[in-house]
């Protein structure tokens, strides 16, 4: 049976925060009455034995995230490890923000279901028009294909949309999900197969190093095949403030006509400015509230909207970082083109709370028993965005306990992320949430 386990803690000391996990961990997979349990990592593991870990770290406790990672190997070295560092971190009912803290959580699945993957052990490209791949370098079965997989990557590193929807290739879903890791001094993930103990010396890039598991630069994670059930949906967090428009003129970055119109004129007019360009003192009263703006973006062929006004899973929340007044432009933090579809919007809690409400439902339609006989949710990973923490909500760790209502008393943990990745491409003031099950 597919079990899943997690505990939390905060103390200042990695080593401390570990110890008080540690004891979680034990206690609950101890069997009542002291007998042997599969789960405990002495002797030889069994069938049901843990294969699989998350840990989560907060920004406050980054810097031992080695030491962490050094005292789980060595408390399980037969599971393999998955995590990265966080702004805040989280697990059920609760939310860790600006303090240090520490989440894990364990699985059995089995081991020839999911690969570990980094720097120096890449998840292999699909061979175009073969069924499998031509070798056994992922865990020595030449047979094993991605079908979707878990992505943590450093937030600084060069191209990483590129890079994003190119590890989405080389799964047969093009389904990733994830997120970046977010601190202001140690932006790292990690990934440790038990094998990597042993493993030669690096021959990994230089802009991806690493020390036992803990990587800077690049991405990491653990890639999953078909027999593994899991759903996952995208939560966005913000509304648009105008409607619907394609983009009729555009160079790079810049937006110059949306649906034949100076782009710039129709962004004053969804923000209700009654001043115009061609006036004077229009930055007056435009300026603040252009700050608080954002740009929904969607490929051409994909639905920007859907649900009524909220946007759609597609739909890459994007910032406004210039104006250009002599031509009426409006730049982007991301190049786009001509025909895709964008719309202005601003962050909005109540919307956030209603789509996280509606993804929690279709995710647990997913799981019902009744229309899915013998299915139950195990497991699940939140990655929520860094601007979506602390009382964004409206109360502290609300948006952990909107996920135990919907999805039960199942094991949650997850990090509040530098920016969120499902699919192919790289989100913002999102939530992406993925459940496990049979």
Not at 134 to 140: E, R
Not at 177 to 203: C, I, K, N
Not at 388 to 394: A, E, K, M, N, V
Request: charged fraction near 20%; charge should be negative; proline fraction near 7%.
């Amino acid at each position: 049976m597919l079990r899943f386990l997690q505990a939390h803690a905060t103390h200042p000391e990695p080593e401390l925060a570990l110890e008080m996990v540690w004891a979680q961990l034990a206690s609950q997979m101890a069997v009542p009455g002291g007998t042997a349990s599969p789960w405990l990592p002495a002797g030889e593991p069994g069938r049901d034995a843990p294969t699989l870990g998350w840990c989560y770290i907060s920004d406050d406790l980054a810097h031992g995230a080695q030491a962490v990672l050094d005292g789980l190997r060595q408390r399980m070295p037969q599971v393999a490890w998955v995590g990265a560092v966080g702004a805040g971190v989280l697990a059920s009912h609760v939310e860790y923000m600006d303090e240090p803290a520490l989440v894990v959580m364990l699985c059995n699945l089995p081991r020839e279901d999911f690969r570990i993957f980094h720097g120096r052990q890449p998840l292999h490209a699909l061979p175009r028009g073969r069924r499998h791949l031509p070798d056994a370098s992922l865990g020595g079965n030449p047979g094993w294909r991605a079908h979707t997989a878990l992505v943590h990557a450093d937030a600084r590193t060069p191209d990483l949309p590129e890079l994003i929807a190119e590890m989405a290739s080389r799964t047969d879903t093009g389904y990733l999900f994830g997120g970046l890791s977010a601190s202001q001094h140690h932006p790292l993930h990690m990934a440790l197969a038990p094998e990597d103990a042993t493993a030669p010396p690096s021959t990994a890039p230089a802009a991806t190093q690493h020390t036992a598991g803990v990587w800077h630069g690049g991405l990491s994670g653990v890639a999953f095949g078909e027999r593994v059930r899991l759903v996952s949906r995208v939560s966005q967090g913000c509304s648009p403030v105008g409607p619907r428009r394609e983009i009729t003129l555009a160079e790079r970055n810049v937006i110059y006509e949306l649906d034949g119109e100076p782009a710039l004129a129709c962004l004053l007019r969804d923000l209700g400015v009654t001043a115009t360009v061609s006036g004077s003192g229009w930055q007056r009263e435009a300026l603040p509230k252009v700050r608080a703006t954002l740009a929904g973006l969607s490929d051409a062929a994909s639905d920007l909207l859907s649900h009524g006004r909220h946007f759609g899973a597609d739909t890459r929340v994007r910032h406004i970082i210039g104006l250009d007044p002599g031509r009426q432009g409006v730049a982007l933090a991301e190049e786009v083109e001509v025909g895709m579809q964008m719309a202005f919007c601003q962050r909005n809690a109540q919307a956030a709370r209603q789509d996280l409400v509606r993804i929690c439902a279709e995710i647990r339609e997913e799981f019902d028993p009744q229309e899915h006989p013998g299915s139950q949710a195990a497991g699940a990973i939140y990655i929520s965005c860094a601007g979506r923490g602390g009382g964004h909500f409206g109360a502290p760790n609300a948006e952990m306990e909107i996920l135990a209502h919907a999805l039960g008393d199942i094991p949650v943990v997850g990090f509040f992320a530098g920016g969120e990745i499902a699919r192919h491409h790289l989100y913002g003031y999102t939530g992406v949430l993925t459940v496990f099950g049979a």
